[in-house]
């Protein structure tokens, strides 16, 4: 069983920057699929970020050219970068691993954009 534990959401002003982590328990070296995903009020949960087991990345139009996916395997941790924010980031964001046929969810971090 592996947890996630993500840290790094709060307030920022728009236009303003987070770094988001999300740490695990043991090692997701293996893993097929890094990511993170967000879920605003009222709305559906949404992958903003991909890591691929074969080191590729990808992103949806709302985050590509803004957030950056990364990895730390000797940590265990996933990071998600976030420059250019916008009102309509507010979310709640989640880090998800893929093992095998088991997938994982931290308990997320709230990310909230307002001036």
């Known amino acids: 069983q592996v947890q996630l534990v993500e840290s790094g959401g709060g307030l920022v002003q728009p236009g303003g920057s987070l770094r988001l982590s999300c740490a695990a328990s043991?090692?997701?070296?293996?893993?097929?699929?890094m990511a993170w995903y967000r879920q605003a009020p009222g709305k559906q949960r949404d992958w903003v970020a991909v890591f691929t087991r074969a080191g590729n990345t990808n992103y949806p139009d709302s985050a590509k050219g803004r957030f950056t996916i990364s990895r730390d395997n000797a940590k265990n941790t996933v990071y998600l970068q976030m420059n250019s924010l916008k009102p309509e980031d507010t979310a709640v964001y989640y880090c998800?691993?893929?093992?095998?046929?088991?997938?994982?969810w931290g308990q997320g971090t709230q990310v909230t954009v307002s001036s």
């Open positions: 043991q090692s997701i070296f293996d893993s097929n699929l």
């Open positions: 998800h691993v893929l093992i095998g046929a088991k997938a994982y």
